[in-house]
């Protein structure tokens, strides 16, 4: 069955409740810590599995950018998902202007992209993209934002040159966040730096490792040390300085 006739936020709303699961709802709430002072606090889920999500994307690519502002406004989670996954495809197919006013409407919106899987699934294919071959001053903006998430879309939309071997802007990027309160800043730091090394950047990511280390908290640290072999692992692990950051 296809849904393309139905271009409109409304007609993709209802393509993605078919898919909605009650079960899958309840853990999810749980899952991406929707409880009272919580970073998902107040969110709200379908239970829509990735996949179907994924697939609708594909469906609906063609939507115009007013109707997907509207998804993406929606106060069910997989709805803001399934928009910011258009938003991608649309990026990646769009000619300049396009692209251009993808670009500013998720910067305009960052409210709506409020929590770690939407920050993950579209930061580096919108923000990142979009600033590849231009100023990457904006990234340093986000990075010093109030914005749990404006911070995380800054080292994710990184991801998009780490890919191609650019480590640069990551490690600026992680710099200026290693100071940051947030696990799940954290979280993202040490999965960046990590994926530097993963993609032949073990040098650059070691050399940052050793000239932070006092100060890298410890979530980070881990993360970026996951892959390294154990005795290297413990080695890293062992030089922090006793009654050093323990988050």
């Known amino acids: 069955m296809t849904h393309r ?21 309840k853990s999810s709430l749980w899952f991406f810590k ?4 919580e ?3 107040g969110d709200r889920f379908l239970g829509v599995a990735a996949a179907p999500v994924r697939k609708l994307a594909k469906e609906f690519r063609e939507m115009p950018l007013d ?19 258009i938003m991608c495809l649309a990026y990646a197919k769009g000619n300049e202007e396009k692209r251009r006013n993808i670009y500013k409407t998720y910067l305009g919106n960052t409210r709506y992209i409020n929590n770690w899987d939407l920050v993950d699934c579209s930061a580096e294919h919108v923000v990142g993209a979009h600033l590849e071959s231009r100023s990457r001053a904006p990234l ?4 010093r934002s109030k914005s749990l998430w404006e911070r995380r879309i800054a080292i994710i939309a990184t991801f998009r040159y780490i890919k191609k071997g650019e480590f640069g ?8 966040l290693l100071n940051d309160d947030q ?13 530097i090394g993963k993609r032949g950047g073990q040098a650059e990511e070691e050399a940052f490792l050793k000239e932070h280390l006092k100060t890298m908290p410890r979530t980070m640290l ?14 890293y692990m062992g030089m922090r300085p006793r009654g050093g950051r323990e988050k």
Not at 67 to 85: G, V
Not at 140 to 143: G, I
Request: without cysteine; hydrophobic residues 45%.
């Open 5 to 25: 006739n139905f271009f409109t936020a409304a007609g993709a709303f209802k393509a993605l409740i078919t898919f909605a699961d009650k079960e899958r709802a």
């Open 34 to 37: 929707t409880g009272p002072g």
């Open 39 to 41: 970073y998902g606090e």
């Open 67 to 85: 109707e997907t502002i509207k998804l993406l406004h929606n106060p069910w989670h997989e709805a803001r998902s399934l928009a910011l996954l």
């Open 140 to 143: 340093k903006k986000l990075a």
């Open 169 to 176: 802007e990551t490690l600026q990027i992680a710099k200026i």
């Open 183 to 195: 696990d799940l800043i954290h979280k993202a730091v040490g999965w960046m730096l990590r994926e």
């Open 222 to 235: 881990r993360y970026a040390i996951e892959r390294f072999p154990e005795p290297l692992r413990k080695r």
